[in-house]
């Protein structure tokens, strides 16, 4: 678990909006019994995938769809 704690950190450090890292992050110290950190990175992932919905909106290529509580985004290949 440590190896995955210090890749996903990295990732966190070196990706623009990390919100799929602070996610994964949240769900390793939950099974680590790691409760403060695990609230901790939860909140930064809502922060920065609110930030990054807001940014991208619909995004360029891709349209959003709602499958559950859980967004997909479905991307839609240029024609040339």
Do not use: I, N
Not at 21 to 42: C, D, F, N, P
Request: net charge positive; glycine share 6%; proline share 2%.
């Amino acid at each position: 678990m440590a190896k995955a704690v210090a890749s996903l950190q990295k990732a966190v450090e070196y990706t623009a909006l990390p919100d799929e890292a602070h996610l994964r992050l949240a769900q390793v110290y939950r099974r680590m019994g790691e409760t403060e950190k695990a609230r901790k990175e939860s909140e930064l992932y809502d922060e920065v995938a609110k930030k990054k919905k807001e940014k991208d909106g619909v995004g360029a290529a891709g349209a959003r769809t709602v499958c559950g509580d859980r967004e997909a985004l479905a991307f839609r290949w240029p024609t040339l």
